[in-house]
């Protein structure tokens, strides 16, 4: 897919996620409870279910998009096509699995594991906004 005005809509879509990436690990650093919390909240209602995952289905389209342009194109296609597919996949499925789901893990991680995920959290959000650029 090509064209400079997608490239740099995916570039800017890519790098907004990678930011949110970074936020997420922060809050997972700082305040795992919350995390945990924000966490058992996931497909509790249908606007959080279409944001949490219409937004997922963008990042990951942008990194199908830039991913020819990107320093690792065949892992970014393969994760893009993934996390796409994916978030549909979800976004059909009946939501009381997903909250279900979400509450069965956010009830049994422990917050100090909450809190040593940021770090390769922070790593991933480095690596996926290095390699799109």
């Known amino acids: 897919m090509d064209g400079p005005l997608l490239q740099t809509i995916a570039l ?6 990678a930011g949110w990436l970074l936020v997420v690990g ?12 924000m966490l058992g909240r996931m497909g509790s209602t249908w ?16 990194l199908v998009v830039r991913a020819d342009y990107s320093g690792a194109p065949h892992i970014f296609s393969i994760a893009g096509w993934f996390i796409l597919l994916s978030s549909v996949a979800i976004l ?3 939501r009381r699995w997903h909250q279900a789901y979400s509450q069965y893990w956010a009830k049994r991680l422990p917050p100090v594991l909450v809190r040593f995920m940021a770090v ?3 790593i991933l959000a480095g690596v996926v906004a290095c390699a799109a650029l």
């Open 120 to 122: 390769p959290t922070f």
């Open 92 to 94: 059909v499925a009946p």
């Open 12 to 17: 800017g879509v890519i790098l907004v996620a």
């Open 26 to 37: 922060l809050v997972c650093a700082i305040r795992p409870e919350l995390a945990l919390a």
């Open 47 to 62: 606007p959080i279910q279409i944001g949490e995952h219409g937004l997922r289905a963008l990042a990951g389209a942008a």
